[in-house]
C-alpha cells in the first residue's frame, strides 16, 4: 500500500501541473473560437492534430528504452546516447521540413502557409529533444522540477498569445510563434540538465535502446493515428451532399454564409449532379465544401478540447506510473501491486467521467457562440470521454509487454487499432459526420483493451479484480443513463455523483479484524 500511496502522491503533482497547465491553456480554446471563425480555427486543429505523431516518430521509443536500460547499463551513458540520438535525428527532420514547406502547405490545403510549416517544425523538434530531458527528472523522482520547467512553457505560450492576439488583434500565425516563443525557453531551462551529464555517445546501448524502443514507435504511431486520424478523416471524406445538409442544419450559427439565393442554387445544383465526382465540381462550390468541411472539424476539435480533461489525469498518472512499473518489476508482490494500481484507476476515472457529464454546462460555456450551440457536442463528448476511459485501461495493461520485453505486441495492438480506426471512419463519417467518428474511437480502444487484457493472462498474468471493476463501470454507465434521461437539475445529479463516491468507500474500506482474547 505504501507504494501505492507513493505512486498516487506523484501522479497527483504530475496530474496537478497537468491540470493546471491544461486548464491554462483550456482558456485559450474560448480565445480563439470567439476571435477566429470555425474554418479559421480549423487550420490550427489541422496542423495541431500532427503534434503527437510527429513526437511519437522523432522520439521513437527512446523514453520507454532510457527507463528499460538506466538500471542495467550506467544512467548517465543511456541518457547521453538517448539525447545524442534525438538531437540528430531532430535536426534532420527540421531540415527536411523547412526545406519542403510550399510543397506540404499545398498538399494540406486549408489555407495553410508557407510559414505554419516552418514554425510547426521547428516546435515539434524542439519538444522532441526535450521529451528524453524530462524522462530523465521523471527517472530521477523530480518530479517539481519537471511540474516547474512545463509550467514555465505554458505560461509563456498564454502571455503571449495573449498579448498578440487578444491585445494585438495579429492573425493565427502568431500562435505558432508564441508557442515556438515557449518551446524554446523550456529547452533553455533544460540546459542545465543536460551539461550535468557526460555527454558521451555509445554505440551498443544505442542498439539495444533501439531495438526494444521500435515497436514502441510503431505502437505509438499506430495509437496517435487512432487519435487524430479523426480529424484528418473528417476533412476527406466527408460527402459533399451531406456537407450541405450539415450546412443547412447548422447555418444559423455557421460563420459561413452563401451571398445569394442564385448562388445557393447553383451550388445545389452542382452538388445533386456531380457530388459523386469531386473533379467536376467547380472552383466555387470545391471551395464552400472545404470552408464547410473546416468549420466541421473546428467544431469537432473544440468538443475533443474538452474530453482531454480526462487525458490530464492519464497523462499525470502515465508520468509517475512508467518509471515506477520498471522500479517495482523484480520486487516481490509487484503483480498485487499493479492490479490494485487498475482497481483505483479505474474508480478515479469513473469519478471524472461523471463530473465532467454532471457539469457539461459550465465547460461548454467556455466555447464560443458557434460552439456551444451546436447540440452535438454532449453526444461527441460523453462518447469521446468513455474512449479516453479505455484509453486510460490500455495504458494500464500496457505493463506486461513492456516489462517482458514484448514490445511488438505493444505494436501489433496499436497497429490493429489503427485498421479498426480506418474502416470505421470510413464506414461511418459519410453516415454520421463526426459523431461517427466519435464512435470509431470508442471501437477502436474497446477492442484494444479486451485483445490486451487477453494476451497479458497468457505472457504475465496479473490478478486484476475483474468482478469489482464491472461492477464500478457498470454503476457508472447507469448513473449517466439516469442523468441523461431523467434530465434532472444540477443538484439532483450531484447527489449522483456523492452516492458513487460513498459506495465505493462502502466496498473499498479495510475490514476490521476482530482478535479474539
Request: proline share 2%.
Amino acid at each position: 500500500m505504501n507504494n501505492i500511496k507513493k505512486l498516487a502522491s506523484q501522479t497527483a503533482v504530475y496530474g496537478i501541473s497537468s491540470v493546471v497547465g491544461r486548464i491554462l491553456n483550456y482558456l485559450l480554446v474560448p480565445l480563439y473560437t470567439r476571435l477566429f471563425t470555425t474554418s479559421e480555427y480549423g487550420v490550427v486543429t489541422e496542423l495541431y492534430a500532427y503534434v503527437a505523431f510527429l513526437v511519437v516518430l522523432l522520439t521513437y521509443g527512446m523514453e520507454t528504452a532510457f527507463f528499460r536500460f538506466s538500471k542495467q547499463e550506467n544512467e548517465s551513458k543511456v541518457f547521453s546516447t538517448a539525447l545524442i540520438s534525438l538531437f540528430v535525428s531532430s535536426s534532420i527532420f527540421v531540415l527536411l521540413i523547412t526545406m519542403n514547406s510550399s510543397l506540404i502547405a499545398e498538399k494540406i490545403g486549408f489555407g495553410i502557409l508557407k510559414v505554419y510549416i516552418n514554425y510547426f517544425a521547428v516546435i515539434v523538434g524542439i519538444d522532441a529533444v526535450s521529451a528524453i530531458v524530462f524522462a530523465k527528472l521523471r527517472k530521477q523522482e523530480r518530479a517539481t522540477r519537471f511540474v516547474l520547467f512545463k509550467l514555465i512553457g505554458i505560461l509563456t505560450n498564454i502571455i503571449l498569445n495573449l498579448y498578440f492576439v487578444w491585445f494585438k488583434g495579429m492573425g493565427i500565425e502568431y500562435i505558432f510563434i508564441s508557442n515556438l516563443i515557449s518551446s524554446a525557453l523550456v529547452a533553455i531551462c533544460l540546459i542545465p540538465e543536460i551539461i550535468s551529464a557526460k555527454i558521451e555517445f555509445r554505440f551498443y546501448v544505442w542498439k539495444k535502446m533501439f531495438y526494444y524502443g521500435f515497436p514502441l514507435l510503431i505502437a505509438g504511431l499506430a495509437g496517435v493515428a487512432n487519435e487524430t486520424l479523426d480529424r484528418v478523416m473528417i476533412k476527406q471524406t466527408s460527402h459533399p451532399k451531406q456537407i450541405y445538409e450539415k450546412y443547412l442544419n447548422q447555418q444559423n450559427t455557421n460563420d459561413i454564409k452563401i451571398k445569394s439565393e442564385e448562388t445557393q442554387s447553383y451550388i445545389i445544383e452542382e452538388i445533386n449532379s456531380f457530388g459523386d465526382d469531386h473533379t467536376k465540381l467547380s472552383k466555387r462550390t470545391r471551395l464552400f465544401i472545404n470552408k464547410v468541411r473546416a468549420s466541421e472539424l473546428g467544431l469537432y476539435g473544440a468538443f475533443y478540447k474538452l474530453s482531454i480533461l480526462m487525458i490530464l489525469f492519464i497523462q499525470g498518472f502515465r508520468f509517475a506510473a512508467e518509471p515506477f512499473f520498471f522500479s517495482h518489476s523484480r520486487k516481490n508482490g509487484n503483480k498485487k501491486v499493479y492490479a490494485d494500481i487498475m482497481k483505483y484507476f479505474i474508480i478515479c476515472m469513473a469519478f471524472i467521467f461523471l463530473f465532467i457529464i454532471i457539469f457539461y454546462d459550465f465547460f461548454v460555456s467556455f466555447l464560443g457562440e458557434d460552439f456551444r450551440h451546436d447540440d452535438r457536442g454532449f453526444t461527441v463528448l460523453s462518447i469521446l470521454l468513455l474512449a479516453n476511459f479505455l484509453l486510460g485501461v490500455f495504458f494500464n495493461l500496457s505493463v506486461w509487454y513492456k516489462l517482458t520485453d514484448k514490445t511488438k505486441f505493444g505494436a501489433y495492438l496499436s497497429i490493429g487499432g489503427a485498421i479498426v480506426t480506418i474502416l470505421f471512419n470510413l464506414l461511418l463519417i459519410p453516415k454520421l459526420g463526426f459523431i461517427g467518428s466519435a464512435w470509431t474511437t470508442l471501437l477502436c480502444y474497446f477492442c484494444m483493451v479486451l485483445s490486451s487484457y487477453f494476451l497479458s493472462k497468457k505472457y504475465f498474468y496479473i490478478p486484476y479484480n475483474i468482478k469489482r471493476i464491472l461492477i464500478y463501470v457498470a454503476v457508472m454507465l447507469i448513473i449517466y443513463v439516469l442523468i441523461l434521461t431523467l434530465k434532472l437539475n444540477l443538484f439532483i445529479n450531484t447527489l449522483f455523483l456523492i452516492v458513487f463516491m460513498i459506495f465505493v468507500y462502502i466496498i473499498e474500506k479495510p475490514k476490521k479484524v476482530h482478535h479474539e482474547n
